[in-house]
């Protein structure tokens, strides 16, 4: 026998074994527990804009906007209501637990007290208490994990890495799709290496369309999670219809409507047979609309979860 053919009996022996031992080890009794996560609740929560290179060697690129502020606050809420979450945001955005700090926290929450000292500022000492606080507990729990993103190539591929390796949660996984979603790309392949340059006069440049990913994460990726997309505009008079159409088109459990100067105090969620108008609530201060928002995703998505087990 060939030095070949020898590994490959050698191989062939050892998957015997192998499957040997498993077929005769006494079955695990958590098995089914162990497979959909415990029975947790797991969202990703999407956020910020995707980017656009124009050429390979990055210098100049297109951008979608969104402060990723939607999906940091939203972050916090579905942590307090026990729910595992993927945080996949742009980097450079708006982080869950941040938000009542600064924007340059470093420079504005800390002070010197002498030349090797550093205190927190008594303006901030709360601020800065509770982020490290909430932000700690929700990672030694295991209930966050950040995942940074730039191009839209990047998180296309993300997404798919996590749709697919949650797809054993089946009904107990959501995808809260907040983030900004670029609408057409660069191909790779046509794509400049170097710096385009200006002296050869006005660019001149064909932007492809995205496939529509999101049928696809829908219906093979994770066929049985939860989905809500969100559908901004800023022309008020179309918002609804888009949004009935994505619900429609993408087969979403819901779509959240929101207008661009409107988004942080009313939303519309869109579902097949209802348009609920969710709005923060003013006389509670710094409530933000993500509050009832998640508190009514929650509730539909244990009714979902409910409806999927009667089957
Ligand atoms: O990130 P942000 O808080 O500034 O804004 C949130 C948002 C408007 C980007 C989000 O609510 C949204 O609508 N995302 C989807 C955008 C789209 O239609 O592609």
New binding site residues.
Partial sequence: MDLGHALEATRANLNAEIESFFNSAPPLKNSVDIRNGGGRRVVCVT???TTVPLEQRCVRYID????????A?STEYFVKAGYAVIFLYRRG??QPYCRSLPDDPLLECFELTDESNIKVHELYSEAVKKAITEHRAAVEEGLLLKLPFTTIFEYLQILRMIALSTSNLGQNAMFY?????SDFYVPWHSMAEHKIQSASGPLNMELAQVPKMLSVLRQDWAPKAFFI?????TDSKILLQKAISALEKYKMNMV?A?E?ST??EE?VVVTSSEKISVRRNKDRGFEDVENPLIQLLVERHSAYIESSSDL
């Fill in positions: 956020a910020g804009g979608n906007f969104s402060s990723g502020n939607r999906g606050t955005t708006c799709l907040a983030a900004a979603v997309s969100f559908k901004l505009e959240v929101n661009l988004r942080k939303v």
